[in-house]
């Protein structure tokens, strides 16, 4: 997607990856529809290049490509086949009762919401160790690829990764410690 704007083109470059990545992970792993995503993240950037605020840049593709992806797995969820959804049903009533099974739904969803909130927090916070906790503990690279990625030592990925750890817990210990003691 180059252009004949130079400035839009190495931001291209420098995001695209990303874009790709976050939408690939908030789409259920479906590389196809990141693709498409992606695409669609820097055709909005693009139109409105001129009066778009450069220091946001980051959070901004972030934040666009990850609504997309949800919005296109809340638009898609209800597609399930007849089989898909007799199967469930009889798992449900034979292995517990329907309370349990609505109590599970609703914790996971807090749980990605809050893992959302993280991530996008994290972005904000610092896009370096956002991406080097998206790619180690959310695409399970391994770290030695992932140090090779970002251009850097393994040993300093593992700083990045602890200073990250360790925000995380501060910023959002408490809550997440809370949402599990309601188990």
């Avoid at 704007?5 to 990303?18: D, G, H, P, Q």
């Avoid at 990141?34 to 972030?62: P, V």
């Avoid at 919401?113 to 994290?122: F, Q």
């Avoid at 770290?143 to 995380?168: D, N, P, T």
Wanted: proline share 1%.
């Amino acid at each position: 997607m180059f252009t004949g704007n130079r400035e839009f083109n190495e931001i291209y470059e420098k995001y695209k990856n990303l874009v790709l990545k976050v939408a690939y992970i908030y789409s259920g792993n479906n590389y196809d529809v990141a693709e498409d995503i992606t695409q669609d993240t820097f055709l909005k950037l693009y139109t409105g290049f001129e009066d778009f605020k450069r220091e946001k840049t980051a959070s901004w593709l972030y934040t666009v490509a990850k609504n997309a992806a949800i919005n296109y797995r809340k638009k898609n969820e209800g597609m399930v086949s007849i089989d898909d959804e007799d199967n469930g049903l009889n798992n449900t009533l034979s292995t517990e009762s329907i309370e349990d099974s609505y109590l599970e739904r609703e914790h996971a969803a807090d749980t990605e919401e809050l893992h959302d909130r993280i991530l996008s927090d994290l972005m904000e916070k610092n896009p370096r160790w956002h991406d080097a906790v998206l790619l180690s503990y959310y695409m399970d690279i391994p770290q030695e690829r992932v140090a090779e990625m970002m251009g850097v030592r393994l040993g300093v990925l593992h700083s990045i990764l602890h200073r990250a750890k360790v925000w995380i817990r501060k910023t959002y210990g408490v809550e997440y410690e809370e949402m599990n003691r309601r188990e």
